[in-house]
Antibody, heavy 125, light 108 residues
Framework: EVQLVQSGAEMKKPGESLKISCKGS????????IAWVRQMPGKGLEYMGI????????RYSPSFQGQVTISADRYINTAYLQWSSLRASDTAMYYC??????????????????WGQGTMVTVSA | EIVLTQSPGTLSLSPGERATLSCRAS???????LAWYQQKPGQAPRLLIY???TRATGSPDRFSGSGSGTDFTLTISRLEPEDFAVYHC?????????FGQGTKVEVK
C-alpha cells in the first residue's frame, strides 16, 4: 500500500526550532515530488512548497520562502519540514502530499492523490 | 499568483439533493489544471477530481467536475450521508499552486 506517514503532534514555545517528517512507503520516494501544505485552525489549505527527493530540487511558495526549510533524505524515503524559530502564528496542521503524476512525466505542479495523516504543530508560551 | 474564490461558503442541503459548487479563478487556469478535494473533520483531504473533470481512483461517479478558463464547477448528483464535508478546489497550472477557501456542504 502506498502511504505517507508523518511524525506525531508537537507542542513548542515561541522561538524554538522544529523539524517534522513524512516517510513514504509502498513506492520509491525519488519517483515523485513531495509537497507540504498548511491548514491553520478552521481555515483552508495553503501550499508551502515542494521537493524532489532525487536531487533535492526545492521550490517554495513566496508566502513561505525564508520562513521554513524543506529537505529530504532519499536513502530513508523521508521528507522534512523545519523551522528555526517558531511563532504562535505557525500553529497549524501540516500535511505532506504526493502528486498524481511521477516526476519523470510532469514537473512539480500537480494535484495530490496521496496525503499524510497530518502533523499538528502548536506553538504557545 | 492565481486567487481561487469558492462559492457559496456554506451549502445547506438534504440527502438525495443535487449539490453545485463553484470555483472561480482570478486568471485563466492553464490546461484546465484544476482539482477538487473532499475533507472531513479530523481527516486529510481526499482527491476527487483532477484535470477539471477526471475522477480520481475510488471517487464515486456521483461526483463530476466541469469548466475551463476561470470558471469551474463540482457537482454531486445525489448527496449521500457521507458527502457532507468541506470541499476545496486547487489550481496547479501556474506557480505557485493555490487553493480556494473551501465550501462546506452541511445537512439542512
Amino acid at each position: 500500500e502506498v502511504q505517507l506517514v508523518q511524525s506525531g503532534a508537537e507542542m513548542k514555545k515561541p522561538g524554538e526550532s522544529l523539524k517534522i517528517s513524512c516517510k513514504g512507503s509502498g513506492y520509491t520516494l525519488t519517483d515523485y515530488w513531495i509537497a507540504w501544505v498548511r491548514q491553520m485552525p478552521g481555515k483552508g489549505l495553503e501550499y508551502m512548497g515542494i521537493i524532489y527527493p532525487g536531487d533535492s530540487d526545492t521550490r517554495y511558495s513566496p508566502s513561505f520562502q525564508g520562513q521554513v526549510t524543506i529537505s529530504a533524505d532519499r536513502y530513508i524515503n523521508t521528507a522534512y519540514l523545519q523551522w528555526s524559530s517558531l511563532r504562535a502564528s505557525d500553529t497549524a496542521m501540516y500535511y505532506c502530499a504526493r502528486p498524481v503524476v511521477p516526476a519523470a512525466i510532469r514537473g512539480p505542479n500537480d494535484a495530490y492523490d496521496i496525503w499524510g495523516q497530518g502533523t499538528m504543530v502548536t506553538v504557545s508560551a | 499568483e492565481i486567487v481561487l474564490t469558492q462559492s457559496p461558503g456554506t451549502l445547506s442541503l438534504s440527502p438525495g439533493e443535487r449539490a453545485t459548487l463553484s470555483c472561480r479563478a482570478s486568471q485563466s487556469v492553464s490546461s484546465s489544471y484544476l482539482a477538487w478535494y473532499q475533507q472531513k473533520p479530523g481527516q486529510a483531504p481526499r482527491l476527487l477530481i483532477y484535470g477539471a473533470s477526471t475522477r480520481a481512483t475510488g471517487s464515486p461517479d456521483r461526483f463530476s467536475g466541469s469548466g475551463s478558463g476561470t470558471d469551474f464547477t463540482l457537482t454531486i448528483s445525489r448527496l449521500e450521508p457521507e458527502d457532507f464535508a468541506v470541499y476545496h478546489c486547487q489550481q496547479y497550472g501556474s506557480s505557485p499552486p493555490t487553493f480556494g477557501q473551501g465550501t462546506k456542504v452541511e445537512v439542512k
